[in-house]
């Protein structure tokens, strides 16, 4: 893993927006992973003042984004449909038909699934795929479990995760109790990987992540063994890295 650390979360932004940027510029047709949630959305911001002063061209990117609540309509504010409109979908060139994000109110969860991920494959993969981390080492809605699961899926999410999100929510019960989620399969095929981790309630899980021994309990530490990821982790979630790397 490459770690990087960055001086504030604005300097996590700006290199994360960079090198998104340096994939489309690249690879034009770039298949892109997509996040949500509070770390990347100062990245998505930076992106869209990218496509406004510089003409950053979106218009051939396919986009995937990593997961979805079930029972959210998309217009609801709370699924990440409506954050991906808000923070970065409806300020760019990017093509309606080439945005992809899975449908939490299909009638038909696992075949909704199966769908995507044939969806993934059919485009070749992969090419960049942005994460970021929850307290308890999840990546996507891959929560701390005894296994990992492969493809898309339906999860039951951890209580942890539905009190870290109750943030966005007016209270917890409305935090919806299952998603639809990318599986480590799915993202560990991505070609090249980008973490962003910010915040001091990240430090232990970024910890565990780069050095404990590889487990699906901390679901974020098989990106042990990908070949390609590059980790930006802002100073305080750094704090117990200082020292141990390079
Ligand atoms: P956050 O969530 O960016 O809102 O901290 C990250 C995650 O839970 O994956």
Redesign the pocket.
């Known amino acids: 893993m490459r770690v990087v650390i960055a001086n504030d979360y604005e300097d996590l932004s700006s290199r994360a927006a960079m090198i998104v940027a340096g994939q489309v510029c690249i690879k034009p047709k770039s298949v892109l992973g997509l996040?949500t949630?509070?770390?990347?959305t100062r990245m998505y911001n930076k992106l869209v003042e990218m496509h406004k002063s510089a003409s950053l061209d979106f218009s051939s990117v396919v986009s995937f984004n990593l997961d979805e609540y079930i029972g959210l309509l998309p217009e609801d504010e709370q699924s990440y449909h409506w954050y991906m409109n808000k923070n970065f979908f409806e300020h760019v060139n990017i093509s309606k038909d080439n945005i992809h994000i899975p449908n939490g109110i299909s009638k038909n969860i696992a075949e909704e699934c199966q769908k995507y991920d044939q969806a993934i494959q059919a485009c070749g993969g992969i090419d960049l795929q942005i994460l970021?981390?929850?307290n308890n080492g999840?990546?996507g809605f891959n929560e701390p479990d005894l296994k990992f699961e492969a493809t898309t899926h339906k999860v039951e999410l951890d209580l942890d995760?539905i009190y870290?999100n109750s943030r966005f929510f007016k209270n917890a019960n409305d935090v919806p109790r299952y998603a639809i989620s990318m599986g480590i399969k799915t993202i560990m095929q991505a070609k090249k990987i980008l973490l962003l981790v910010n915040g001091q309630n990240k430090a232990e899980a970024i910890f565990k992540t780069i050095f404990n021994e590889i487990t699906p309990e901390i679901p974020a530490s098989i990106l042990q063994l990908h070949q390609d990821v590059t980790v930006i982790v802002e100073k305080e979630a750094a704090m117990y890295l200082e020292g141990k790397i390079a």
């Not at 949630?37 to 990347?40: D, F, I, K, R």
Request: aromatic share 0%; glycine share 24%.
């Open positions: 996040a949630g509070s770390t990347p970021g981390i929850g999840h990546i995760t870290a």
